[in-house]
């Protein structure tokens, strides 16, 4: 073996062992897909949707909701059941791009600690737990452009 094949052999087990072992370091992160260059009220990037009424990505986002848990506490049908419903007129940190996907992202204490409050009540207490960890920005727009979608739905209507 060749001194320069070795080394890219080395190189190559390196990147390779890196890539699967599970306590490798997240990559540094810039700003959120969909950053539009503001900042919000709470010194967060300000956020818009690239995916925002995209067929294949409500689709992909009804996916994602019925397998990470969402559907447990939010109901099959978006209404609520333990959690708040996604598809009524009350939101409870506001409705924007920017405090949906950090609420998703974060949690609840995520954006407390941007020192956001409930503005909005719903009959459910409780917090949001955070999702960032398992799902990346592009899921995360999927999701919150499914939720957009069936929010607009006529309350009576069954989609399911
Ligand atoms: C363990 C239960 C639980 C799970 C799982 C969960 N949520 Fe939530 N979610 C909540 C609670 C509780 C709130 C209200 C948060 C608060 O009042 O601080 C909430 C709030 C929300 C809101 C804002 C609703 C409003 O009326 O303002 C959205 C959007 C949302 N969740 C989306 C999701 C998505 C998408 C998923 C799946 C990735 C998900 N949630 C998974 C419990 C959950």
């Not at 848990?69 to 924007?96: E, F, I």
Request: charged letters at 15%; aromatic letters at 6%.
């Amino acid at each position: 073996m060749s001194a320069v094949s070795s080394r890219a052999w080395v190189l190559g087990a390196f990147v390779a062992l890196a890539a699967c072992s599970p306590s490798a370091p997240p990559a540094p992160k810039g700003p959120p897909l969909g950053a539009t260059g503001a900042t919000n009220a709470h010194g967060l990037p300000e956020l818009r949707n690239p995916f925002a009424n995209d067929a294949n990505a409500i689709a992909a986002g009804a996916e994602l909701y019925a397998t990470h848990a969402c559907l447990t506490c939010h109901g099959r049908q978006l209404t609520g059941s333990m959690c708040p419903s996604l598809v009524n007129d009350v939101w409870v940190y506001g409705d924007d791009d920017t405090t949906l996907f950090n609420l998703v992202r974060d949690g609840s204490a995520g954006l407390r600690a941007h020192g956001y409050e409930r503005i909005g009540r719903e009959p459910q207490g409780g917090d949001m737990p955070p999702f960032g960890a398992t799902l990346d920005d592009k899921q995360l727009w999927q999701l919150i452009a499914f939720i957009r979608s069936r929010h607009a739905t006529p309350p009576n209507a069954t989609r399911d």
